[in-house]
């Protein structure tokens, strides 16, 4: 079979494919710039070494929380405070429609761990796409990217051969915002840094207000974002106990039992399960547009006009 | 601690572990150290002077101390498995709703 040949103009192509992510319900989205990504991501972890041929890399964002999740305790907002299964299907799509419409080969970016690195290295970081393609900046908080807009998102990204203008990234950083440079001032912690339950934020902000240095301890957040590396340690447990009495309560203590029961209904409460410095973030909770509610409010101001 | 089959498979002994273990974790991502904004800045030279401290691959870690990769792995998710605390999982319990962390008031069972 001849394979078939179409005329595409990029603008127009970028144009579509990211009205494609906004139509089906991401909030940002945008083309990083591949050399830049190819420079500054490891050895290994570079787009092209998933994609060979890739042109493009698609990045796009989805809403965090509801503004009523932020009022959950935390052990309730651990089962579904996050939000990136949606970013997941919307990205998944696009590498579809990527391939139909413009007869270029595209994948759904894997957000998965590399298989042969532990549990503690990703494939690719998802977070550099959103970076480069604009949609969020590094924040005291470990890094997660913010939007001054939209506050806290969820990210995922497409590959594709398809040749496609890139962004930049944001021109400011919203983080950290003026409050939390004020509670700097006089304690030397943002919200973030001192409400985090293992104290694995650190850091300083310059004069001009902007963040100097940050300090992650991401193995200390681990052990409260990744409770799937919990299971190895409690088998071992189990498994070395010297008497089958502590055995039994290494197997059945209630938050082991917890485990048990995540694993057998493939809950995501595995990862991603604190939410406590984005609790506390000003941009993440209180951004105009950073959940539903002050997004319809938004929606309907513009409305009146 | 005794060595298993894995530790001869990768040429690592628990000496080596107990020797480069703290070192490897340190030099990875597990602590993470940025300076200024240099990625969003496209500020090539910031983001070269900043690669250690943003934690360095497996790679690069054998390389700078004459391990090979594998070996650099093995040591690297051994030690995070040693070092997870399985316990500090129990503080969110009483978090939300309100109540915010205060090391003060922590009683870890």
């Known amino acids: 079979m001849v394979k078939k040949h179409i005329d595409i103009d990029p603008i127009e192509a970028k144009e579509a494919i990211l009205g494609y992510c906004k139509k089906k319900g991401a909030l940002v989205a945008g083309v990083a710039d591949l050399e830049a990504l190819e420079r500054i991501a490891p050895a290994g972890h570079r787009p092209s070494d998933l994609m060979p041929r890739v042109k493009s890399v698609i990045s796009l964002g989805v809403g965090g929380q509801t503004q009523g999740a932020w009022t959950l305790p935390a052990k309730a907002m651990a089962f579904f405070g996050s939000t990136e299964g949606r970013a997941y299907t919307i990205t998944y799509g696009l590498a579809f429609m990527i391939e139909r419409k413009y007869l270029a080969r595209s994948i759904y970016c894997p957000p998965d761990i590399d298989p042969e690195l532990g549990s503690r290295v990703p494939l690719q970081s998802i977070k550099l796409h959103a970076e480069l393609a604009g949609l969020g900046a590094r924040s005291l908080a470990g890094d997660i990217l913010l939007h001054p807009e939209y506050g806290y998102m969820y990210f995922a990204s497409v590959f594709t051969e398809l040749d496609l203008p890139p962004d930049k990234p944001m021109a400011e950083n919203p983080c950290p915002a003026p409050s939390c440079t004020d509670m700097y001032r006089k304690t030397g912690q943002t919200p973030c840094m001192k409400f985090c339950p293992v104290q694995c934020l650190s850091g300083s902000i310059d004069e001009d207000g902007r963040q100097a240095e940050m300090h992650y301890d991401m193995a200390a957040c681990a052990e409260m974002t990744q409770q799937y590396e919990t299971l190895a340690t409690v088998m071992a447990g189990a498994m070395n106990a010297e008497t089958p009495e502590e055995r039994e309560v290494m197997l059945h203590r209630p938050e082991n039992k917890t485990l048990w029961y995540k694993m057998s209904v493939g809950s995501g409460g595995l990862l991603a399960q604190c939410f406590e410095c984005m609790r506390v973030c000003p941009i993440a909770t209180r951004a105009p547009l950073a959940d539903p509610i002050l997004r319809a409010q938004a929606a309907l101001d513009q409305e009146d006009g | ?109």
Request: no cysteine.
């Open chain 2, 1 to 109: 601690m005794a060595e298993t089959s894995f530790h001869k498979a990768f040429g690592v002994s628990e000496d080596m572990v107990a020797e480069l273990g703290d070192q490897i974790f340190d030099l990875s991502h597990n602590h993470q150290t940025r300076r200024g904004d240099p990625v969003r800045e496209l500020d090539w030279d910031a983001i070269e002077a900043g690669r250690v401290g943003m934690g360095l691959t497996d790679g690069e870690i054998a390389e700078r101390l004459g391990l090979e990769v594998d070996q650099v792995t093995f040591i690297r998710t051994l030690v995070e498995g040693r070092r997870f605390h399985t316990g500090h999982y129990k503080r969110l319990y009483k978090l939300g709703g309100g109540k915010r962390y205060r090391p003060e008031r922590e009683t870890d069972k």
